[in-house]
Structures are given as C-alpha cells and as structure tokens.
Nanobody, 126 residues
C-alpha cells in the first residue's frame, strides 16, 4: 500500500476558497495519475479531478470546471486541489486517489482505483 495523506479541509463560507493537499509517502510507484473524488452524505462517491504524471493532461467534472484547479509537484509526490467560488453543494468528504490508469478512465473506475487517502471534510456554509 502507498499511503496517501490529505490535508487542507475545513469550514468556509459560500464564495470562499480552500486548497487541499495530498502527499504520497512510502514506496514510490511509476507514472501514476493522481486526483480527487468526493462523497456527500447519502450520495455516491463522485469524480472531481485528475492529473497525469507530467501534468500535461487534466480532467475535471463538469460541476467544478472553472472553479477548481488541480496541480501536482512530483518532487514532493504531492497533488493539490485549489477550490474557488465554493458552493454549499461542494460540501463533502474529499478523497485523494492515485492509480496508473489514465485519468480519462477514472470516472468509470471509481472505487476500483488502487490507492486512496482517508478523506478530508470540506463544509461550505450558505
């Protein structure tokens, strides 16, 4: 297992911003895509964003396009999610994931992705 550790969640008012971080430690692995999912109470876990190893390919869910930005620093084995213009419907537990599979497959793969973090709570108040 490659532990993924998220940080940066919290409580923010609607319209505000948060930046999530996810650090991969332990054994390194080759060319993983990294990214984020979220799960709101009573709902299925849904894809948010993913980024390829090089950072040259990025995928976003339609619901976050134009508001969220994913980036990564491979020297630190860390992926970031900058969330702007937050809405109450963005409230969820956000999970970091890593997998060799191409990011274009992540929506379908979802729970089958290989590595997961423990999740960090994001709460957006209206």
């Amino acid at each position: 297992q490659v532990p993924l550790v998220e940080s940066g969640g919290g409580l923010v008012q609607a319209g505000g911003s948060l930046r999530l971080s996810c650090a991969a430690s332990g054994r390194t692995f080759s060319s993983p895509a990294m990214g984020w999912f979220r799960q709101a109470p009573g709902k299925e876990r849904e894809f948010v964003a993913a980024i390829s190893w090089s950072g040259g390919r990025i995928w976003y869910a339609d619901s976050v396009k134009g508001r969220f930005t994913i980036s990564r620093d491979n020297a630190k084995n860390t992926v970031y999610l900058l969330m702007n213009s937050l809405k109450p419907e963005d409230t969820a537990v956000y999970y970091c994931a890593a997998d060799p599979a191409d990011g274009s497959l992540w929506v379908q793969l979802n729970h089958a992705l290989r590595y997961w973090g423990q999740g960090t709570q994001v709460t957006v108040s209206s």
